[in-house]
């Protein structure tokens, strides 16, 4: 894998959950590469198992759902007996569901035949919290309390530039992750003298398997939203998952952020930065 920099994490061992997912499966690659074990966790074993082939090495998958605790400590279980303790927590499973999303981006009584904010699913909004949410707090609780006293362990959640700027549509997504930038702030506080640092990274809008239906049509051209989130990114396109490897690696270095607990770090090609004027 090509790196932008190579950070010595040697005997080091790596939980990446949603490790399997489009981003997350590049952050598995990067942290192997700079020779740490990894564990792949996802729901599905078969889209682990695949990735941790790729990998190659001392990369294995293991299936856990992030919303369940008994799965986890099992999942916790397994590692430790094949890795032993858990140096590095990537918190990046997480998702969205239509059930919970408006197919409007603003209230009109005329268009009484779409999904409104008064038609959303309450269940399908939980659902959305549960997983991005609970599925950062509950793997944290699981497999922190290992972490504790390690030189250079690290927690990083994986937020969303929707935590800073609600983007339409995507209510219960936004809110879900915006409290993931607090309970970021909120372990990093908790942790600190323990020697446990907890930051988070923001992506901005990337291409992904749950998003790809959204941003492009079914001739591969970019939507009308796709066009929209274009024109109010200063940098003009989509990023790449590569792109969000320095930060991750900048994270995950106790070298390079030893000082650093509680902060998110967007990488949204200007996003945040644009006021739309």
């Known amino acids: ?56 090495g001392h990369a294995q998958a293991f299936a856990a759902d992030v919303t369940d605790l008994d799965s986890l400590q099992q999942a916790r279980a397994d590692i ?22 408006t197919e409007d981006e603003q209230f009109d009584p005329a268009q009484a035949a779409l999904r409104d904010f008064f038609q959303l699913d309450p269940e399908g909004i939980w659902a959305v919290m549960d997983l991005n949410y609970m599925g950062t707090l509950l793997p944290t609780q699981v497999f922190a309390r290992d972490m504790l006293g390690r030189p250079g362990a690290c927690v990083v959640n994986i937020s969303s530039l929707a935590a800073y700027q609600p983007l ?30 907890v930051n988070a990274i923001a992506p901005g809008f990337f291409a992904t398997e749950q998003n790809r239906g959204l941003l492009f049509d ?20 989509l990023g790449q998952p590569q792109e969000l490897i320095g930060a991750l690696l900048f994270l995950v270095s106790e070298a390079a952020s030893g000082f650093v607990t509680g902060v998110t770090i967007p990488v949204d090609g200007g996003f945040l930065a644009y006021s739309g004027v």
Not at 8 to 16: F, I, M, P
Not at 168 to 193: D, E, H, P, S
Not at 221 to 237: E, S, V
Request: glycine content about 12%; aromatic content about 4%.
């Open 80 to 101: 430790l007996a094949r890795f032993g303790p858990v140096d590095i927590l990537i918190n990046g499973a997480g998702g969205n569901r239509a059930e919970a999303t």
């Open 218 to 237: 079914e001739q591969g051209q970019p939507t009308p939203r796709t066009r929209k989130i274009l024109d109010n990114t200063p940098m003009g396109r």
């Open 168 to 197: 339409t549509r995507v209510m219960a997504y936004a809110g879900a992750k915006a409290a993931i930038n607090n309970l970021t702030q909120w372990l990093a506080t908790y942790f600190a003298r323990s020697g446990l640092r």
């Open 1 to 56: 894998m090509n790196l932008p920099y190579h950070v010595d994490l040697d005997g080091r061992t790596a939980v990446v959950t949603g490790g399997s997912g489009v981003l997350c499966s590049q952050m598995a690659r990067a942290l192997a590469a700079c020779g740490a074990r990894v564990a792949i966790l996802g729901r599905s074993l078969d889209k682990g198992l695949r990735v941790a082939e790729e990998i190659g």
